[in-house]
């Protein structure tokens, strides 16, 4: 498992000493906004002096970061978090951990392929997911259909609605 997540990417310049605006890449941008310390690719720590949610987007002051042309600089950068400042709620995963699960029928074990994406649609999340025959399928993440998430065992457990894979 990866030790740092995407969390967010920085679009642009907000003000004149050095804020930035962040497109949040988690399940809200409050989310985002309850770090301290962030991370570039690198694994360098980024200290956040402050952070709010306007309009879905973040604008967070990073330590150091004090004028427009430091904070232009940064325009594109992906922000990161550390997955050990973030405690899960059972049954919660990151989409991250999900990647790459073996997707297999729950009752006859038959396996349908890899979970290769995952969509945000609001009501429920859905799972992309591929066959080996490189067909793409996609099923609901509802308690109806996924039966089981064994990360470390790399596999999903699900009961597809009927005609799902036809």
């Not at 310049?13 to 906004?33: N, Y």
């Not at 004090?66 to 594109?76: G, H, I, P």
């Not at 066959?131 to 470390?152: C, M, N, Q, R, W």
Request: proline residues 4%; negative net charge.
């Amino acid at each position: 498992m990866k030790q740092y997540l995407e969390i967010g990417k920085i679009v642009s310049v907000f003000g004149l000493k050095g804020e930035i605006k962040i497109q949040p890449w988690c399940d809200s941008p409050d989310f985002l906004c309850e770090f301290d310390t962030l991370f570039w690719k690198s694994g360098t720590p980024v200290e956040v002096e402050r952070a709010r949610v306007q309009k879905n987007i973040v604008i967070m002051k990073i330590k150091g970061c004090d004028t427009v042309e430091e904070a232009q600089k940064l325009r594109n950068r992906v922000l990161y978090m550390d997955r050990n400042d973030v405690e899960l709620e059972d049954g919660a995963y990151f989409i991250q951990d999900l990647i790459g699960l073996r997707v297999v029928d729950a009752g006859s074990g038959i396996e349908y392929g890899l979970l290769t994406d995952v969509s945000e649609t609001g009501a429920n999340d859905v799972y992309h997911i591929k066959s080996p025959e490189g067909k793409l399928f996609y099923i609901p993440a509802i308690p109806d259909v996924v039966k089981e998430t064994d990360i470390e065992g790399g596999v999903m457990k699900i009961t597809p609605l009927e005609g799902l894979f036809d």
